[in-house]
């Protein structure tokens, strides 16, 4: 299954809430149905987009956790409502 990405967001780095904010004003400038695609190293992210996407209406289309370089990033793919 492929999925067409309209914007990627790079977090790396970042520990919560940053990587919600980041994504949160990223949606805010897409249309409707656009996928936003996160990228994060903070293991918290897995649970927090599970209930930002609960609490905006936002679909969270797939989460992915893959190690990079020794370290373990975590994949989010939102789907603007």
Not at 15 to 26: D, E, Q, S, V, W
């Given at each position: 299954?492929?999925?067409?990405?309209?914007?990627?967001?790079?977090?790396?780095?970042?520990?919560?809430?940053?990587?919600i904010l980041k994504a949160k004003k990223a949606l805010a400038d897409m249309?409707?149905?656009?996928?936003?695609?996160?990228?994060?190293?903070?293991?918290?992210?897995?649970?927090?987009?599970?209930?930002?996407?609960?609490?905006?209406?936002?679909?969270?289309?797939?989460?992915?956790?893959?190690?990079?370089?020794?370290?373990?990033?975590?994949?989010?793919?939102?789907?603007?409502?």
């Amino acid at each position: 299954m492929s999925i067409a990405i309209a914007k990627e967001l790079d977090t790396r780095g970042l520990t919560c809430p940053l990587p919600i904010l980041k994504a949160k004003k990223a949606l805010a400038d897409m249309q409707s149905g656009d996928v936003l695609k996160v990228v994060a190293t903070d293991p918290g992210s897995v649970r927090d987009f599970q209930a930002f996407a609960r609490q905006t209406g936002n679909e969270l289309v797939d989460q992915q956790a893959d190690e990079v370089d020794g370290r373990e990033e975590f994949i989010h793919l939102l789907r603007r409502r």
